[in-house]
């Protein structure tokens, strides 16, 4: 063990510090190995030591510690991230804040929550008290809050919500600085895309303060429709819908049935199908419409035996799992199950041209690509994101295809890259390495996520200096 970290963890004796090959492995990795380009080079890239800090104190000393003694410092929540967020390319610690998960308050409308509570066991939390989070990416029961808002995107709720990058997805972010003398800095309104989607680079989310929905009892169905096509414009009709209370919208390609085993028997053969959550007092209206549609509801559970399933407590003998985990990136999860050579993409498609581009790219990519699409309402409109899975031959052929979908007028962010810089429509409209330099100003947070941010202070210099010289 090098100097600097023998002296940093002689400091931190009195943590929960593991360095054991197996925990050092298991808190080192993340879902990268949905990508065939990742995997090769993510595969191995370990951290040093792991700490899980109680509290913020012991998170604070841990911060001091790897400031004074110069060692890298990688945030860790759930560790499901798909691009290698959470992967230490240098080594160094991994600091675990599952453990950093309590609910700080609760008010009507919103709640301020640690940032490594579980999405799942907020929502327990919260579910006496009437109230839900708004949205979850599939990953509820894996997923951190921080996580979530450090390295996800969408999910569940979507539907009605938007993005967790929307205005007004959340609240506020407490974030603490990696310095000799930590630093609490309270960010609000736009200030929150500085660390949004940061891959944690610029500080450590200590606290998420979020807007809360009113709770529903979610009933879940599937229906079956003869194209994609028809499933799509179900999809699209429903999501607009805005009387029906509603939390998932997930449509899928016929070829994506033989990969969702465990729905077998409500999938029907080559149909395209809808994977849906409704607020129950409202399924028969949803029920009416898929009929109209041309739809077949083939598996219906009611909100109780829904809930039930998701928080764990009981499920009916060869019931699914609750139907989220068959949405998002789960459906590339199953489908890797069965077949190790799929990968995935992220697409988004824009509002208005939506059904009409899906035709296309249905047709464009019919060779390697099947799609299934999670619908979305964004600022008033609808959207549909995909994360098509896709045959996997070579790097070249992805990007081909996410040059080709671009040029069509679809965003495509790419998921096979660690490097923010890259992330597409992802990126947020901030100046997150001015925010490094001010969080970070030793550079020790997950090195290697987020390229020229140094450069960038040398730029700014020069153009401050020049500016100033102008001025003169
Ligand atoms: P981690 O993987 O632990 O971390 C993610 C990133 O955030 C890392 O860079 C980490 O360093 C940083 N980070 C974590 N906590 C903090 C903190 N407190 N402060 C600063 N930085 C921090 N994503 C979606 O958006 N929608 C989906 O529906 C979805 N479905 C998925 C399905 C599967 C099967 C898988 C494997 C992944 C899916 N994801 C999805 C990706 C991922 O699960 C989510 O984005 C999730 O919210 C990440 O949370 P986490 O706690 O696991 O984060």
Redesign the pocket.
Known sequence: IRPALAALRAELADLTIYQDAPSLRMHSR??FWFSPVLKPDLEGKQAELIILPRDKAEVARIASACARHRVSL?????????YG??VPLEGGVVMN?TRLNRVVSTTLGAGRFE??ANLLDIDKALWPLGQELRMH???RA???L???V??????AGSCTWGQIDNLGAVIALEVMTVEPEPRLIELRGKEILKVMHA??VNG??TEVEVPLAPAHAWAERIATFDSLKQAAAFGQAFTECDGIAKKLVSIHAPAIAPYLKRLGPYLGENKAFAILMVSEPQGDELDRLIAEMGGTVTFSRGAEAARAAAFGEHREKGAPGPLYEYT???T??HALKLDPTITYLQLRFPPGRNLELLDWAVEAFRDDVIFHIEFQRRQGKVYHSSLPLVRFSTAERLHEIMRQAEEAGIQASNPHTWVLNNAGWKRTDAPQPEFKRLADPYGLM?PGKLLGWEAETTEAKTSAAKTTAAAE
């Open positions: 993340d879902f990688t945030v860790r929540g759930g560790g499901t991230g798909n967020q959470a804040l940032a490594g990416p599939s990953t894996q997923a951190t921080g996580g979530f450090a390295g996800g995107a969408a999910g891959y944690g450590i989310i998002w990136n789960h590339t999860l997950n």
